[in-house]
């Protein structure tokens, strides 16, 4: 098992910039895939971002390629997730996510990821 927290979120004005924050614990960061996704009232959850290989892989969803960056503290078992020129449409609470398995594809599909952590509520204000 991995416990992940979430941290970082707040309320934030449209064009501003929030990084938010995923610590890791019960093993160590590097042997497994990390994903955030969000979901805002009413909608489904959404892929934003993952990183493997100690954070030497990553992906973005096509709604944040440009905008957010996924990087990782290997030393502090924490996944960051830079997030820039936000927009009102950002607004979700974020989660951070675990994937322990080989995955059948990359990233790894939402199903595929194991560990959740409680999600962190961003707001952007237009």
């Not at 991995?2 to 938010?20: D, K």
């Not at 957010?68 to 503290?73: C, E, K, P, V, Y």
Request: proline fraction near 3%.
């Amino acid at each position: 098992q991995l416990q992940l927290v979430e941290s970082g979120g707040t309320l934030v004005q449209a064009g501003g910039s929030l990084r938010l924050s995923c610590a890791a614990s019960g093993r160590s960061f590097g042997s497994y895939t990390v994903g955030w996704f969000r979901q805002a009232p009413g909608n489904d959850r959404e892929f934003v971002a993952a990183a493997g290989w100690g954070g030497g892989l990553t992906y973005y969803a096509g709604s944040v390629k440009g905008r957010f960056t996924i990087s990782a503290d290997n030393a502090k078992n924490t996944v960051y997730l830079q997030m820039n020129d936000l927009k009102p449409e950002d607004t979700a609470v974020y989660y951070c996510a675990a994937c322990l398995r080989y995955a059948s594809s990359w990233p790894p599909a939402g199903h595929e990821f194991d560990d959740w952590g409680q999600g962190t509520q961003v707001t952007v204000s237009s």
